[in-house]
């Protein structure tokens, strides 16, 4: 009778434990994205532990800022820890190397970065892959739009010589052509570069009144340092990808002035009460700057909240339908993210759809720029 009970016992434990729901995430916790993804991983502290009942366990791999790196660790996190979920990476080269393991291990994935590519045009292999981001064409049409209304008429773009830069060149100069902005230099770098002199004078001598630094993290940094360095008096755009105090840290005074396209969170409380991302940015910002201090803020770690709320929001229903650990699970919470509606992150609104795996409209977007080292809501 003992043995009986006891092994009823084992057996419930057991099948408690394969009932965690299992997040693999890789990040880029070292190397030249290592501004980005280390407020990432802070995140990860804060996503949901427990959902519907089931206890969530993440499993967290730094890809130092590699790409063949991120796809050993996705492969080692669907094939080894049996996941559930993939989450990552930080870089546009680190996820869309990522997209066809997941696709392989049939795990949907949430992207931590920007480019379209990685969810369009939507195919088998994408649609497992979901992400947080907003598009470079979204963040492309406001900075075009702020051209315009500041009569811009001739503008040079310098980009990282990656999947990075060259998306974002290939959504900006379309807009750009068509709001009749003229293009007058088009220069790539290397994330690991100390110098872009070269590629800086030859922007200076077409005399731009704008340049378009089309990089991520601190090293978007260095063309922006040695255009001031030369004297430039334009106006200088940053992406998206810089949103955060280690650039504004590593640019210093030659960051002032600085316009740029971000997600609402950067600047949760200076928004309207009446926005609609208002509540869950503050409450990311609340909770982040609880355990890393006020002004700690930044709008990457904004895009693990995001994934996390996604999570919370699908798990539910694929639950209802199988158990975590099994195929049918996984697919499960891929139809579930795809149904994805109405929910408020830090970044935005999600609404998707089996054609829009991201699903951010408008109100994901504001025009920051950098006032005396800080971020400031353009009014």
């Not at 660790?73 to 996941?83: A, D, G, H, P």
């Not at 994934?307 to 539910?316: K, T």
Request: net charge positive; charged share 20%; hydrophobic share 40%.
């Amino acid at each position: 009778m003992k043995k009986t009970l006891l092994a009823t016992l084992l057996s419930t434990l057991a099948v408690g434990a394969l009932a965690d729901i299992n997040v693999g995430v890789t990040l880029s916790a070292t190397g030249p994205a290592a501004s980005l993804g280390i407020p990432e991983k802070n995140t990860i502290d804060l996503l949901p532990k427990s959902i519907a009942g089931q206890k969530v366990n993440y499993i967290v791999l730094d890809d130092a800022s590699d790409t063949t790196t991120a796809v050993k660790n996705t492969r080692k996190l669907i094939s080894e820890y049996k996941v559930d979920l993939i989450i990552g990476s930080t870089t546009t080269p680190n996820s869309l190397a990522m997209v066809d393991v997941a696709a392989e291990g049939e795990t949907p994935m949430i992207a931590m970065a920007a480019s379209a590519r990685i969810v369009e045009p939507m195919d088998e292999k994408r649609r497992w892959v979901f992400k947080t981001p907003q598009n470079d064409a979204q963040m492309s049409t406001a900075i075009v739009e702020h051209m315009t209304n500041n009569n811009i008429k001739t503008v040079a773009y310098i980009g990282f010589s990656d999947a990075y830069g060259e998306g974002w060149w290939n959504e900006f100069s379309k807009l750009a052509e068509v709001r009749k902005i003229k293009l007058v230099g088009n220069e790539r770098f290397n994330r690991t570069d100390t110098t872009v002199t070269g590629q800086i004078l030859k922007i200076l001598s077409a005399k731009p009144d704008a340049v378009l630094i089309g990089g991520a993290g601190t090293p978007a940094a260095l063309p922006q340092k040695s255009l001031k360095e030369k004297g430039f008096k334009g106006t200088i755009y940053q992406t998206h990808g810089v949103a955060n105090n280690d650039f504004l840290r590593v640019c210093g005074k030659d960051c002032e002035g600085t316009v740029l396209p971000t997600g609402p969170v950067l600047v949760a409380g200076q928004l309207p009460a009446d926005n609609p991302v208002k509540k869950s940015a503050v409450e990311y910002q609340s909770k982040y700057e609880a355990v890393h201090g006020k002004g700690s803020i930044n709008a990457f770690g904004g895009y693990a909240w995001d994934a996390g709320q996604l999570l919370a929001n699908a798990a539910p229903a694929a639950l209802k339908k199988a158990q975590p650990g099994s195929r049918e699970f996984r697919l499960a919470l891929r139809d579930a993210l795809e149904g994805t509606k109405n929910v408020a992150g830090a970044h935005g609104v999600y609404n998707m759809s089996a054609t829009d795996h991201l699903g951010l409209d408008q109100r994901a977007r504001v025009m920051v720029t950098v006032q005396e080292g800080a971020w400031r809501l353009a009014r």
